[in-house]
C-alpha cells in the first residue's frame, strides 16, 4: 500500500478539503485526487463524498481511518529505529484547526531549528498509549478524566485555559447579547454531534451540562460544516465552540459567537509527555509553552474538578 496515498487519506480527513490537504502536504490539489483515486482503486471502495463544502469522510471511509493513522504510526516506528542523528519531535495536536495546532506552530516559528513531525491522534487513551511506545514525544489533550489517572511515569502540565463561547445564527433567542451566561443555556437545545462516548471531550462536556443544567445533544453524524449550517438557518437550535477553534461559514449566514461570562467556561488543555523520554527537543517545547502561558482569560473561569488535579509546572 502506498503510504504517500494513505498520508493524503488522513490528511483530507482532518481537513475535509482536498484543497486545504494540498496546502498541508505541499502537493498540487491534482495530486492529491490522484493519490486518493488510487486508494480508493486498491481497497475496492470510495472514501470520501464530495460535497459543496469540500469531502465528507463517507462509512467505509470513517472506518478505515484509525487503522490509517496506525500504519502511519508504524512507520514512524520504523523509520525512527534506523534513523541515524536526531529524530525530529513527533508531537500530537488533536486537530489542525484546533488552539493546540496554533500553540505547536508558535514553538515552530520561535524554534524553526527545530525539526517537528506532527501527528492527529484520536484522544487520550490513543495519545497515552502512543506516547507510552515511543511512536509520539509529546501530545496536547485535557487529561485526569474522573478515575483515570496518568499512567505512571507520564507527566502533564496546563498550557493553554480556553474560553468555550456559544455559537447561533441570527434569529436565536440569544444571537443579540454581548455576552451570555452558562446558566442562562439551560433550556436551550445545544447540539453538537462530535462529541465521543468514552473521550476526554466528552468527560469536559458532560461535567459542563451537569453544572449548568445544560441539555447537550450528540446525535446525528458529524459532516463537515452541518452544525453550522442547521444553527445558522435555526432560531432555536446553538452549538459551542472553542474561542480558538477556527472556523469559515459561507457568506450570509451572519453566525454569531458569543463570549460565556460569570463564569467562563474554559477547556484546559494540557501537554502531556513521559518522563523517560530523552529527546532535547522536548526540554524546548515545555520552556517555549511555559514563557508564552497566556493569563487565565476572565476574572471567574470554571473547569471540572478533575481537571483542576492537573497543575505542573505550566500553571500560573
Same mark, same amino acid.
Given at each position: 500500500?502506498?503510504?504517500?496515498? +494513505?498520508?493524503?487519506?488522513?490528511?483530507?480527513?482532518?481537513?475535509?478539503?482536498?484543497?486545504?490537504? *494540498?496546502?498541508?502536504?505541499?502537493?498540487?490539489?491534482?495530486? #492529491?485526487?490522484?493519490?486518493?483515486?488510487?486508494?480508493?482503486?486498491?481497497?475496492?471502495?470510495?472514501?470520501?463524498?464530495?460535497?459543496?463544502?469540500? =469531502?465528507?469522510?463517507? !462509512?467505509?471511509?470513517?472506518?478505515?481511518?484509525?487503522?490509517?493513522?496506525?500504519?502511519?504510526?508504524?512507520?514512524?516506528?520504523?523509520?525512527?529505529?534506523?534513523?541515524?542523528?536526531?529524530?525530529?519531535?513527533? !508531537?500530537?495536536?488533536?486537530?489542525?484547526?484546533?488552539?493546540?495546532?496554533?500553540?505547536?506552530?508558535?514553538?515552530?516559528?520561535?524554534?524553526?531549528?527545530?525539526?517537528?513531525? +506532527?501527528?492527529?491522534?484520536?484522544?487520550?487513551?490513543?495519545?497515552?498509549?502512543?506516547?507510552?511506545? $515511543?511512536?509520539?514525544?509529546?501530545?496536547?489533550?485535557?487529561?485526569?478524566?474522573?478515575?483515570?489517572?496518568?499512567?505512571?511515569?507520564?507527566?502533564?502540565?496546563? !498550557?493553554?485555559?480556553?474560553?468555550?463561547?456559544?455559537?447561533?445564527?441570527?434569529?436565536?433567542?440569544?444571537?443579540?447579547?454581548?455576552?451570555?451566561?452558562?446558566?442562562?443555556? =439551560?433550556?436551550?437545545?445545544? &447540539?453538537?454531534?462530535?462529541?465521543?462516548?468514552?473521550?476526554? &471531550?466528552? =468527560?469536559?462536556?458532560?461535567?459542563?451540562?451537569?453544572?449548568?443544567?445544560?441539555?447537550?445533544?450528540?446525535?446525528?453524524?458529524?459532516?463537515? $460544516? *452541518?452544525?453550522?449550517?442547521?444553527? =445558522?438557518?435555526?432560531?432555536?437550535?446553538?452549538?459551542?465552540?472553542?474561542?480558538?477553534?477556527?472556523? #469559515?461559514?459561507?457568506?450570509?449566514?451572519?453566525?454569531?459567537?458569543?463570549?460565556?461570562?460569570?463564569?467562563?467556561?474554559?477547556?484546559?488543555?494540557?501537554?502531556? &509527555?513521559?518522563?523517560?523520554?530523552?529527546?532535547? *527537543?522536548?526540554?524546548?517545547?515545555?520552556?517555549?509553552?511555559?514563557?508564552?502561558?497566556?493569563?487565565?482569560?476572565?476574572?471567574?473561569? &470554571? +473547569?471540572?474538578?478533575?481537571?483542576?488535579?492537573?497543575?505542573? #509546572?505550566?500553571?500560573?
Amino acid at each position: 500500500m502506498d503510504l504517500r496515498a +494513505v498520508r493524503t487519506f488522513v490528511a483530507v480527513a482532518d481537513s475535509g478539503q482536498f484543497q486545504e490537504a *494540498a496546502a498541508v502536504l505541499a502537493v498540487t490539489q491534482q495530486a #492529491v485526487s490522484k493519490r486518493i483515486a488510487a486508494l480508493e482503486k486498491e481497497l475496492g471502495v470510495r472514501l470520501f463524498t464530495r460535497t459543496a463544502r469540500g =469531502a465528507d469522510l463517507t !462509512v467505509d471511509g470513517r472506518t478505515f481511518l484509525p487503522h490509517a493513522r496506525e500504519l502511519l504510526l508504524a512507520e514512524e516506528r520504523a523509520t525512527a529505529s534506523v534513523r541515524s542523528g536526531r529524530r525530529p519531535l513527533r !508531537v500530537d495536536v488533536i486537530g489542525s484547526r484546533l488552539a493546540p495546532a496554533t500553540l505547536l506552530r508558535g514553538f515552530h516559528e520561535a524554534h524553526p531549528e527545530i525539526a517537528l513531525d +506532527v501527528v492527529t491522534l484520536f484522544d487520550v487513551d490513543s495519545a497515552l498509549t502512543a506516547l507510552r511506545s $515511543g511512536a509520539i514525544d509529546a501530545s496536547f489533550r485535557a487529561v485526569a478524566m474522573p478515575g483515570r489517572p496518568l499512567p505512571r511515569g507520564v507527566e502533564a502540565a496546563r !498550557v493553554l485555559d480556553e474560553p468555550v463561547q456559544l455559537l447561533t445564527g441570527p434569529g436565536h433567542a440569544l444571537a443579540g447579547r454581548r455576552s451570555v451566561s452558562p446558566g442562562e443555556l =439551560a433550556g436551550h437545545r445545544i &447540539w453538537m454531534p462530535g462529541i465521543v462516548d468514552g473521550t476526554e &471531550w466528552a =468527560a469536559y462536556y458532560a461535567s459542563l451540562a451537569a453544572e449548568f443544567d445544560l441539555t447537550i445533544d450528540s446525535s446525528g453524524p458529524n459532516f463537515t $460544516g *452541518a452544525v453550522q449550517e442547521a444553527v =445558522a438557518g435555526s432560531d432555536t437550535l446553538a452549538t459551542l465552540v472553542s474561542e480558538q477553534t477556527r472556523l #469559515v461559514w459561507p457568506e450570509g449566514h451572519d453566525l454569531r459567537r458569543i463570549p460565556l461570562l460569570d463564569p467562563t467556561p474554559v477547556y484546559p488543555h494540557s501537554l502531556v &509527555w513521559t518522563t523517560a523520554n530523552p529527546h532535547p *527537543a522536548l526540554v524546548a517545547l515545555r520552556g517555549h509553552l511555559a514563557r508564552t502561558r497566556p493569563p487565565r482569560p476572565a476574572p471567574r473561569t &470554571w +473547569v471540572p474538578g478533575w481537571a483542576e488535579s492537573v497543575r505542573g #509546572v505550566f500553571r500560573p
